[in-house]
């Protein structure tokens, strides 16, 4: 194998492929990256088995073949090199030479017999997602995944595909994320997408107004970004119905600027924070929301100006799951509906239907 | 006491003492910040007993008095506030209310008389030099001080001045860094500071023109910013004679470009630092210098354009110090002289005789 690549067109590929390489793996095959050279194209390929990112790009190719080299040290030889063309030339035995300007490395690789195939895709069903509206619908839910293993199939977000309208769910038995998108697809889709997977193709996803092609079989789900394709294990199991979880009905509802209740949770959490479960204490009335918050090391109180629509109620939470939800909402101005004080609060833009925040109350010893 | 205070101004100050606090004390007030107010001004004071910052701001003050107050919560509160006045009054029980907008605080406070008196410095010599100078001094010299304790003086950094001349020099056995000024002053001082000490002071200088006034005791010196004072003891003990190490001689001079020798250097590094000691060979000859490392994982050949005066030279060191001098210099082109491949290489900006690294060689088993 020998080609010749510009060095930044190759720095900024083995970049993208290496998030889906793990530093935790077994197979220590699985910490190189797979070097392909083939029709004037080079392919490079990470995977950790559950996900894989494959790259394809443009490439002078002088002697077709494949070889996979150190992850780790391929991505600080490259990076580090001066923006000339790189030519890389790999012999029989896996010695690897890479000679850039003034700079010459050898490096021994592995034969790319070794590194496992990735699952071939036959496409059983697919739609196209504009890369935007896609980065916005992980990024307003993926963080309400399960972090812990104990229930794995919540590590996951439901994609629930039917009549032209696409459902990304998220949650986590505290708090749930839900995000509607119009997509052109009348069939039905409901998959469960590891969370790690949407994070990767999240910050994989760049700013360009073109589309995704995301192409499911019953095990495996492929995002096609035109030169990167993501390929990830779905996982297997039944996902809580969401929808019985939201109720539409409400006794409280609060309209509130976004900025302003968020700034003084994030100023109740720091002494919520040196307490248990980073209680606070919303006590709402009239145009007022007071943010209470105790701890060993005082306390404090914050006066929210809002509109209340129907009754009073005093209810508490855990700060960084309201936090969490209110960073995801862009709007100026929020909605949060309360039926009582052991039922959820549900907080959603004013001005967007299309998203749901959900957390869960904490009970207040005084109030039980 | 009870002040008003912009917040702005209070949190920029706060973040000033706080870098004169440890997170590693064992006495728990040393954990606090001293707040005092008299004289429509509000001092801050934070210490590790080692290192002391006071900083000193315009306020209104309604009713005098000191209290001590917790350096995170407090630093966190006052940063999280919007951009108002805030009120902090404290009461003989040392509650501390802090209102601010819609926002309202009460923590614990401490009196402020378990707080250590820091040292009163009475000025036995001082002079004074542009902030600028000091902390480009302080740039170029402090990293090279030693950082494990085994021998103590070394952790700090001597200040010569004799003649209208200050020398700066740090050193730990493998590398000594000397930075000389002009400054207008002509009596002798001969102290070593700590290493920490210094860098503190570089952090909290500004880019401003102004000068700073530097006072000594026998035990302790002083850093005069005007709103923000500085002591630190000195560390005792006999600084080892910098002057015979530093040879002016040389059997091989080479100039060379500052960035291709650090960017081949650090190129080098990658597999340099895989192996022991982040071992870099040079390889002398002519117009080139020829970079080499070998590690279990590969090799590395750098090839940098040089001029040489004198004799062909083959010499290994660990990249890591010289890459440490070579990124202290700011001028395009440096100059490094040799003698043998078991003596220091001495390297200095081409246009600057105030500057000298030093670095000592690796013996290679192959050239011994």
């Known amino acids: 194998m020998k080609i010749k690549i510009p060095q930044n067109t190759l720095s900024k590929n083995i970049s993208i492929v290496q998030k889906g390489i793990s530093s935790k793996t077994t197979l220590p095959i699985l910490n190189g990256i797979l070097v392909e050279a083939y029709d004037n194209k080079l392919k490079l390929t990470g995977t950790d088995l559950e996900l894989g990112i494959e790259t394809q790009l443009d490439c002078e190719v002088i002697e077709e073949g494949k070889t996979v080299i150190s992850s780790k040290i391929f991505g600080d030889i490259i990076r580090k090199l001066p923006n000339y063309d790189i030519n890389l030339e790999v012999d029989t035995s896996h010695n690897i030479h890479i000679t850039c300007g003034h700079s010459e490395f050898n490096i021994l690789g592995h034969p790319a017999e070794e590194y496992p195939e990735l699952p071939k895709?036959?496409?059983?069903?697919?739609?196209?997602?504009?890369?935007?509206?896609?980065?916005?619908?992980?990024?307003?839910?993926?963080?309400?995944?399960?972090?812990?293993?104990?229930?794995?199939?919540?590590?996951?977000?439901?994609?629930?595909?039917?009549?032209?309208?696409?459902?990304?769910?998220?949650?986590?038995?505290?708090?749930?994320?839900?995000?509607?998108?119009?997509?052109?697809?009348?069939?039905?889709?409901?998959?469960?997408?590891?969370?790690?997977?949407?994070?990767?193709?999240?910050?994989?996803?760049?700013?360009?107004?073109?589309?995704?092609?995301?192409?499911?079989?019953?095990?495996?789900?492929?995002?096609?970004?035109?030169?990167?394709?993501?390929?990830?294990?779905?996982?297997?199991?039944?996902?809580?119905?969401?929808?019985?979880?939201?109720?539409?009905?409400?006794?409280?509802?609060?309209?509130?600027?976004?900025?302003?209740?968020?700034?003084?949770?994030?100023?109740?959490?720091?002494?919520?924070?040196?307490?248990?479960?980073?209680?606070?204490?919303?006590?709402?009335?009239?145009d007022k929301m007071i943010i209470t918050s105790n701890s060993e090391i005082g306390n404090v109180h914050e006066d929210v100006d809002i509109e209340l629509e129907g009754d009073d109620i005093v209810i508490a939470f855990n700060s960084k799951y309201v936090l969490d939800g209110l960073k995801a909402i862009d709007s100026d101005e929020v909605i949060m509906n309360f039926i009582s004080n052991v039922n959820p609060c549900i907080i959603k833009p004013k001005d967007d239907e299309n998203y749901t925040y959900l957390v869960l109350p904490v009970r207040l010893a005084e109030v039980n």
Chains 1, 2 share one sequence.
Do not use: C, W
């Open 121 to 286: 895709i036959n496409e059983e069903s697919s739609f196209e997602i504009p890369k935007d509206l896609l980065k916005n619908m992980i990024k307003q839910t993926v963080f309400a995944t399960a972090q812990d293993e104990t229930r794995p199939i919540l590590t996951g977000a439901l994609l629930e595909v039917k009549d032209n309208s696409a459902a990304l769910v998220a949650l986590d038995g505290y708090r749930l994320a839900l995000k509607n998108s119009s997509i052109p697809y009348d069939n039905n889709i409901k998959v469960v997408i590891p969370g790690k997977t949407l994070s990767e193709v999240s910050r994989i996803l760049d700013d360009e107004e073109n589309n995704v092609k995301i192409m499911f079989t019953s095990s495996h789900i492929l995002f096609n970004l035109g030169d990167t394709i993501i390929n990830s294990r779905l996982l297997e199991g039944q996902f809580l119905n969401y929808k019985d979880i939201i109720r539409n009905e409400y006794k409280s509802k609060v309209i509130v600027k976004t900025s302003d209740i968020k700034e003084s949770i994030e100023r109740a959490s720091l002494l919520a924070r040196e307490g248990r479960n980073n209680l606070v204490k919303f006590d709402i009335k009239d």
